[in-house]
């Protein structure tokens, strides 16, 4: 396994278990696929989710990760287990729960490799996970905790949550967070922006899509989302521009890092492939956020585009991260 920095000797004088952990959705994403001999739409099935998905992407590029979550004990939640597993990711945080079914999201394509999301959730299984279900030792010994918002949407698992940030956030860790906004998993827009407003105080690196600078922010743009965030406590905040690459911000300064140009295949992923590579660089850096400059940041940004734009030529997410000669190749490719 690839080590560099300070990745397991970050905090406390012992060595760190993993990396990242990341807790949320893990599911099956149900992906258009053309039509069959009778004209009906076909789709591929997909492992998917978006915390599970940076964390496949850490673990091609070298890094030890730890899923938190619940799937059911359906043939879903059985591909979902072993793909996570086979993927080299710590799943004694991953429950399966014979009274939920696994959730499941069909994933229309555009003819720009664009998705539009049809989720069958109600409820899935991933909101079911609770407070006792937590793995307190895993929580406690990761140098990074990483969660979205998908989590906040029901009970309860909108508390574990909760708890998990605060034990980990007390043992020291690092904490990311990457929005995820799907509207068709809220009530409406303005609960949707209570809930992922309510968890931004704990996080130091923070990563949201233009269409997210107003759920999360009093801005439709992402500088003055950034600048916001930083002012709320942020020492990093990504704005993701799409093929336009993102916006970076740091308490000294500010920017874009552009992004690589390739012709999409699939776009599924291609945000949560981004966020693994910035904190695969992070992790490597052997830096605490606060001592981050802009030219650290962009750097970490630059690295998780290049992961990106590999990631978007194949369909999928998880069957879609890069390796990391892969990444390093294109980077020397730019000298």
């Known amino acids: ?41 076909l789709f591929e099935r997909n492992p998917g989710g978006a915390p599970a998905n940076v964390l496949v992407a ?5 890094h030890k ?29 991953l429950i399966s729960d014979p009274e939920f079914f696994t959730t499941l999201a069909f994933v229309a394509l555009d003819e720009n490799g664009d998705r539009s999301f ?12 609770r407070v006792e279900d937590l793995p307190k030792d895993v ?10 918002s998908l989590s906040l949407t029901d009970e309860p698992a ?39 407003k309510s968890i931004l105080p704990y996080m130091d690196l923070i990563k949201i ?39 970076v911000a740091t308490k000294d300064g500010a920017g874009l890092v552009e992004s690589f140009r390739v012709d999409a295949v699939d776009t599924t992923g291609a945000g949560d492939s981004f966020w693994g590579g910035f904190l695969t660089a992070f992790c490597e850096s052997g830096k605490t956020p606060a001592e981050l400059t802009f030219e650290d940041a962009s750097k970490f940004a630059l690295f998780g585009n290049a992961v990106a734009s ?13 390796e990391r000669d892969a990444v390093e190749a294109l980077l020397a490719e730019l000298g």
């Open 158 to 196: 909108r508390s574990a949550t909760v708890e998990a940030l605060k034990i980990a956030k007390d043992a020291g860790a690092v904490m990311s967070y990457d929005p995820n906004y799907r509207d068709s998993l809220w009530t409406g827009a303005d609960a949707a922006s209570e809930q992922m």
């Open 118 to 129: 049809s989720f069958a959730r109600k409820p899935g299984a991933d909101t079911q996970l």
């Open 209 to 247: 899509s233009a269409e997210e600078c107003p759920l999360v922010t009093s801005s439709t743009e992402p500088a003055e989302a950034a600048k916001e965030l930083l002012a709320g406590g942020a020492s990093v905040v990504v704005v993701t521009l799409d093929a336009d690459g993102a916006y």
């Open 65 to 93: 990760t730890a899923f938190i979550g619940k799937v059911g004990t359906d043939m879903h939640g059985a591909f979902l287990r072993q793909t996570i597993e086979e993927n080299g990711i710590d799943c004694s945080g």
């Open 310 to 322: 590999l990631c978007v030529r194949k369909r999928g997410a998880i069957p879609a991260m890069p």
């Open 139 to 148: 929580l406690t010994n990761t140098k990074v905790f990483h969660v979205g």
């Open 58 to 62: 850490l673990q091609k590029l070298g």
């Open 1 to 41: 396994m690839y080590q560099c920095g300070n990745v397991f000797t970050y905090r406390k004088g012992h060595d760190i278990m993993f990396s990242v952990t990341a807790l949320g959705e893990v599911l099956i994403d149900f992906t258009d696929h053309g039509v069959s001999a009778n004209g009906q739409k």
